[in-house]
């Protein structure tokens, strides 16, 4: 008998794993279908000997404490502060927008101060801010969302930025000064050892056992369990009942060059030429030395395993008639990107699975009593009270809290 029967080993998994069995003394059955565990996160070798993510690139970065604290416990860090450049105009320019990429791309010597004043002068008034259009021209003008968001957005939704939510484009910010960091978050930092060894980590413990290559459906009605986490799209979980929640997929396209580098930062962004939008070369993000290299190629696509919830008004209609569903499913608690149907980084669905385990954690306390931090499991912990039982202390089992 589980207590827990844990679909997806991805970061909402795998993190819930760990707190149930760890904390809890929880029984727990991590379900995942692909052959290994880690989720989008995961990284391998590849043929040459270089660490890369098979799901494109991952890049640490948070402002909790406490969510770096807990993931400290199963890694080491590297730090790194990711840099982007765009290919615009024949040049490559720093993205986000900054001081230099102004001042290069229109031949300008301007200061912060006067850039300013420049974005004041080319933005365009908006009434109300709808659309990831707006978010942009209202911001630094219509040149500007030309040369870096149109043809971006266009590649990677298929859909001109007038037809999507604001929250896209807004994600990215503007800069008057010459901070070209791509994330400007208190902790930036990359796993020492990979992703995946991190999560290796985190699911070696007793109580935890770990089922590859196994679609939750075809094992689910053999397994005993008491409760079910559910990291897997939430659509598929109610078999498409109010349709299918739509998502935007990625194709990557991995290459070794024979070069100990390629390009001057981890990542350069298309947003008017090629199929592609970006490409990254992991050693940068990963700083492991080898005479040779590999980078990555981003080709969006219509189908293909789901990365991106599309954020349009009526998608996010149907995610709420299925979040309807998910309240009134007992025993079963909805976690992730996927059963959530919303785009989290890293650290968002790593503070969401302790935010779920505190509530299922707290919940059970008041139901069962307290639990002592690494207690074994009921049943070991029986067999331990049965053994002593058994040496004459003249108590029943029943009897031994
Ligand atoms: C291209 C790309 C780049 C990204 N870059 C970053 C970044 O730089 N920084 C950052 O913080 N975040 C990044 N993210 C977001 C990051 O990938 C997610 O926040 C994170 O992976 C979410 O973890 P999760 O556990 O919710 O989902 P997932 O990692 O998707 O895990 C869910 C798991 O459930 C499994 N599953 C689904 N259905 C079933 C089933 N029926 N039976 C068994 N198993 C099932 C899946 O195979 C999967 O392994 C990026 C995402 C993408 C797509």
Redesign the pocket.
């Known amino acids: 008998m589980f207590d827990y029967l844990v ?9 819930l794993a760990e707190r149930l069995a760890s904390q809890d003394g929880a029984k727990v059955l991590v ?4 052959p ?7 990284d391998h070798y590849d043929d040459a000997g270089i660490l890369v ?1 098979k ?8 402002n909790s404490p406490e969510i770096f604290a807990y993931l400290s416990r199963f890694t080491e860090w590297r730090p790194y502060q ?1 840099r982007v450049l765009a290919s615009v105009d024949g040049q490559l320019v720093p993205i986000p927008i900054n001081l230099d990429t102004v001042n290069c791309l229109y031949g300008l010597n301007l200061t912060s101060f006067q850039l300013e004043d420049f974005f004041a002068s080319v933005a365009e008034r908006r009434e109300r801010i709808e659309t990831s259009e707006d978010v942009v021209v209202s911001k630094v003008g219509r040149d500007l969302y030309n040369k870096f968001f149109r043809g971006y957005t266009r590649k990677q939704w298929g859909l001109d930025p007038s037809e999507l939510d604001a929250q896209v484009t807004a994600r990215i910010p503007t800069r008057t000064n010459r901070d070209d960091r791509y994330f400007t978050d208190r902790f930036q930092s990359m796993p020492l050892h990979g992703y995946t060894r991190m999560f290796e980590r985190m699911l070696d413990h007793p109580n935890i056992k770990v089922m590859l290559n ?5 094992v689910e009605p053999f397994i005993p369990y008491r409760e079910m986490i ?4 939430i659509d ?2 109610f078999d498409y009942r109010h349709g299918k929640l739509p998502y935007r997929s ?1 194709e ?1 396209a991995f290459e070794t060059i024979d070069t100990p580098n390629y390009q001057p930062v981890g990542t350069v962004n298309y947003p008017n030429d090629y199929d592609y939008t970006r490409i990254t070369e992991f050693k940068h993000l990963t700083g492991q030395e080898h005479p040779k290299t590999t980078i990555v190629y ?1 080709y969006p696509r219509a189908e293909g ?4 919830p599309v954020p349009r008004a009526e998608n996010t209609e149907r995610y709420k008639r299925y979040q309807a569903l998910a309240e009134v499913t007992p025993n079963v608690h909805f ?6 149907y919303k ?7 790593v503070a ?2 302790l935010t779920i385990f505190e509530r299922i954690s707290t919940s059970r306390r008041l139901l069962t009593g307290p639990v002592s931090r690494n207690s074994p499991p009921a049943e070991v912990a029986a067999t331990v009270t049965g053994a002593i039982s058994s040496n004459g202390n003249g108590k029943s089992d029943a009897t031994v809290p």
């Open positions: 679909v997806g080993a991805g970061f909402a998994g795998s993190v379900v995942e279908k692909r290994h565990i880690a989720g989008n996160a995961y993510h799901y494109g690139p991952h890049i640490f970065h948070c990711h196994t679609d939750y459906r075809e559910y990291t897997g799209p598929a979980y990625l990557f981003e395993d789901p990365y991106y976690v992730g990107r996927l059963a959530t785009y989290y980084n890293m650290d968002q669905v969401q699975a």
